[in-house]
T-cell receptor, first 116, second 115 residues
Framework: DTGVSQDPRHKITKRGQNVTFRCDPI?????LYWYRQTLGQGPEFLTY????????KSRLLSDRFSAERPKGSFSTLEIQRTEQGDSAMYLC??????????????FGPGTRLTVT | AQSVTQLDSQVPVFEEAPVELRCNYS??????LFWYVQYPNQGLQLLLK??????LVKGINGFEAEFNKSQTSFHLRKPSVHISDTAEYFC?????????????FGKGTKLSVKP
């Protein structure tokens, strides 16, 4: 168990550019979540995958955001035409699928995005 | 819709003193409750969770929390804190109705332990 990894850890981009983040979940976990955390706030849910299927998207996920998990393993989160308001920490988490919905979500270290 | 309120944004405390971090939630349905800790430049780590059963839940690092349904609270406590407990603590709920299990977090409480 090597934990959830995210790449890059930091990204600085200019407004209007596109950025892509990667998340590698724990290998046996088939649920994968993306959250966004801004300064002084708790993480906010963005989207969720069960294997390769994207099952839910938050209203926070505007049409400039797209997430994929093509083979049910790693996931990517792309932001097109970045805006300064997109500056945040983007967190990825994974968990097992069990009947018990209280299964623990394991979080990665996050990708900190700064849009200048 | 669910919501979580962490009443204190910052809690300063001296080493070896007891601490309580407060969390209240709002939900029209039953929920699971969680406390996560975030150390600087790291991801979130689960401290403890309440799913059902005993309302007093024990977690890692000597932390415990008590679920109070009538007061819709899930306060986190530790009888004696260490310098290493300095971190940000997040309370979260998960809607039992949903199959996705996404978490709704409070804004966090920064615990600062002073020598």
């Amino acid at each position: 168990d090597t934990g959830v990894s995210q790449d890059p850890r930091h990204k600085i981009t200019k407004r209007g550019q596109n950025v892509t983040f990667r998340c590698d979940p724990i290998s046996e976990h088939n649920r994968l979540y993306w959250y966004r955390q801004t300064l002084g706030q708790g993480p906010e849910f963005l989207t969720y995958f069960q294997n390769e299927a994207q099952l839910e998207k938050s209203r926070l996920l505007s049409d400039r955001f797209s997430a994929e998990r093509p083979k049910g393993s790693f996931s990517t989160l792309e932001i097109q035409r970045t805006e300064q308001g997109d500056s945040a920490m983007y967190l990825c988490a994974s968990s097992r699928t069990l009947a018990d919905y209280g299964t623990e979500q394991y979080f990665g270290p996050g990708t900190r995005l700064t849009v200048t | 819709a669910q919501s979580v309120t962490q009443l204190d944004s910052q809690v300063p405390v001296f080493e070896e003193a007891p601490v309580e971090l407060r969390c209240n939630y709002s939900s029209s349905v039953s929920v699971y409750l969680f406390w996560y800790v975030q150390y600087p430049n790291q991801g979130l780590q689960l401290l403890l969770k309440y799913l059902s059963g005993s309302t007093l839940v024990k977690g890692i690092n000597g932390f415990e929390a008590e679920f109070n349904k009538s007061q819709t609270s899930f306060h986190l406590r530790k009888p004696s804190v260490h310098i290493s407990d300095t971190a940000e603590y997040f309370c979260a709920v998960s809607d039992l109705r949903g199959s996705q299990g996404n978490l709704i977090f409070g804004k966090g409480t920064k615990l600062s332990v002073k020598p």
